[in-house]
């Protein structure tokens, strides 16, 4: 016997809720994914960066988001980024995100902080966010 799952956060909510959340953020379907396209600023000195989330959604086993920054360019060499050039926002394993959870709760302001800690690193060669090691032990590298 198959153990009951509940589904995951409609997309209807997703959409829903990151319209109540980022109104600026314009939702759209690319390639038949969900996308949204959005400006995030985080400090008031900052640029303002062009995203890109794309949502594999689907009831039960929806992938995680992938985030983009399509404007301004950010640094080939920026640390915390797939072999696609997405950001890496948390460290999976933890699932810290889940199709249960709310995209504009998590990952736009995971986003924003990803921003920040890379204008920290523009100035001082310094990753401060938390990082995960390769070797399956987490921590903050010093």
Known sequence: MCPYRSPALSLGQQILKMKRDFPDFHYTRHNNLPTWHGYLQPTSSSPNYRVKIIYQYDNYSSKAPRVWILTP??????????????????????????????????????????????????????????EAYHNGQKGKRN
Do not use: K
């Open 73 to 130: 360019d950010i640094r080939n060499s920026a640390p915390h980024r797939y072999s696609d050039l997405s950001l890496c926002l948390y460290y999976p394993p933890d699932r810290s995100w889940t199709p249960f959870i709310f995209i504009s709760e998590t990952i736009v302001p995971w986003t924003s902080m990803w921003l920040a800690f890379y204008e920290l690193w523009l100035e001082t060669d310094r990753w401060y966010g938390p």
